[in-house]
């Protein structure tokens, strides 16, 4: 059975910095993507940064240039260092990974940033 672990939240202030950490474990034969989503309080999920299967980052533009996602493919690893944070990057922020037969999610952790 596949499963990704999230480790790193917690509580920052406005302008601190939080680094957050993926790990993919079980049979994994490929990876296509992998990355990081999150959901705030009242809104829907959404994409925060992945590596898709052309190995290039995608950002959303609220966090461009404050985030920064990194891998270890051989490791099933991926991580998120987050600066300069806001306290509308406060969210429950979700790790995933994409094989080419399955996509796994994993149970998220709470990012808070309070101003």
């Known amino acids: 059975q596949v499963q990704v672990v999230e480790s790193g939240g917690g509580l920052v202030q406005t302008g601190g910095s939080l680094r957050l950490s993926c790990a993919a474990s079980?049979?994994?034969?490929?990876?296509?993507?992998m990355g990081w989503y999150r959901r705030a309080p009242g809104k829907q999920r959404e994409l925060v940064a992945t590596?898709?299967?052309?190995?290039?980052?995608n950002y959303a533009d609220s966090v461009k240039g404050r985030f920064a996602i990194s891998r270890d493919y051989a490791r099933n690893m991926v991580w998120l260092q987050m600066n300069s944070l806001k306290p509308e990057d406060t969210a429950v922020y979700y790790c995933?990974?994409?094989?080419?037969?399955?996509?796994?999610w994993g149970q998220g952790t709470l990012v808070t940033v309070s101003s």
């Open positions: 590596f898709t299967i052309g190995g290039r980052p």
């Open positions: 995933n990974l994409r094989t080419p037969n399955l996509e796994v």
């Open positions: 079980g049979s994994i034969f490929g990876i296509n993507a």
